[in-house]
């Protein structure tokens, strides 16, 4: 079963490379909406092992990333493929929006 | 999924889940559907110090937990998605979400409430830009940076305090002379050295090309109208109710509020409201807790009437 991987600064390009559908979740320890946000992106990682890859960078911890991408609000969940990025969720959503977004963009 | 429901409750904020522990607990088949996440506004805090029963201040995210954890633990399901539609059919009621429908005896509708925003020009242009409604969420960015916060409230005061903690200057932007929060956080705010009010003043626009870099501020008694700069402005000016799917069913005042009496009833059969969607709300967890409850025996009334 496929799960939400831990990403930061040194280890982002790698993830976001290919034409696997990328779901990067911006959050901080201090953000509530970002936290509540969590089992749902695990049922989405879950719900689609082959074809999206959920990853979740801390902006405290990864500035760099935040910053290339102008993160300024959270939670943030960048939809990225072939390293570009396709659209954008700001603010705490549930499952179900991001499945819709997903089945927009794929 | 289960499709037939003795109560489905619309909000899975403090008032939707503390009705779903008492319709739990009456045994009732209860689902409770949240659009966003388990907690509804309180989530946007950083801590609670003033609901009663905890010495020490409690995190948001535990409290709720705590409250999803016992509902469920009398029986109730709790579903993450966005209710469409509420329509009548015949005694009852039918809910639509997001690709399947729902029937329920009885409608226990806790949706809250949505952040207010100005309406001033830029404010939606400049949104995750530096303009912010959540400083819990966004205050890692505004490290020894400049920031504003709208507001006069309980809300304003308590993120302002915590932008604080960041920040090199946080500036309460308000439009009276006098705070209306709490005593306890005027106190607080007063004696920070990083916290300066600006009083009597109302935001005119948000200024800024990729990010905000001002705020046109108007002094509402000199009349004298100023742009200043700062990195982000978080929105503190209260909250508008979610009750878009009450049109049609219950008569909403001007500014889309529900007027209730405690029943806590509503002119239409078998729906029930609670918490921030009723006029003169405080805005309050331990009240939101307390209309949940008052709201959930009320339909237990209505439904052992119909047993």
Redesign the interface.
Known sequence: MAEVISVNDGNFESFIQGSRMVIVDFW?P????????EP?LEKIAANHPENVRVLKVN??ESPKT?SRY???????LLFIKDGQVRTQI????????IE?TLSEVS | MEKNWDVIIIGGGPAGLAAAIYCGRALRKTLVL??????GQI????IIENYPGFAEPI???DL?EQMVKQSERYGVVLE???VQGLRREGDGWLVDV??NTYTAKAILYAAGSVHRFLGAPGEQEL????V?V?A??????FQERKVAVLGGGDTALSEALHLAKFASQVSLVHRRDQFRAEKILQDRVFKNDKIRVIWDSEVLAFKGE??LEALEIRNKKTGLIEAMAFDGAFLAIGTIPNTELLRGFVKLDENGYVVSDISLRTEAKGLFIAGEVIKGNRRQVAISVGMGVQAALGCEEYLAALD
């Open positions: 901080a201090t953000c509530m909406p970002c936290q509540l946000m749902g902006v405290n935040s102008f993160v300024r609000t959270l939670p943030t700001i603010g705490a959503v549930n499952p179900g929006q819709k | 949240e659009k966003k996440v388990f907690g989530v946007f805090a950083d995190v948001p995210a709720m993450n998605d966005e997001y690709q949104l995750g830009r530096g912010s959540c819990t969420c966004d205050a890692p960015f990729q990010r």
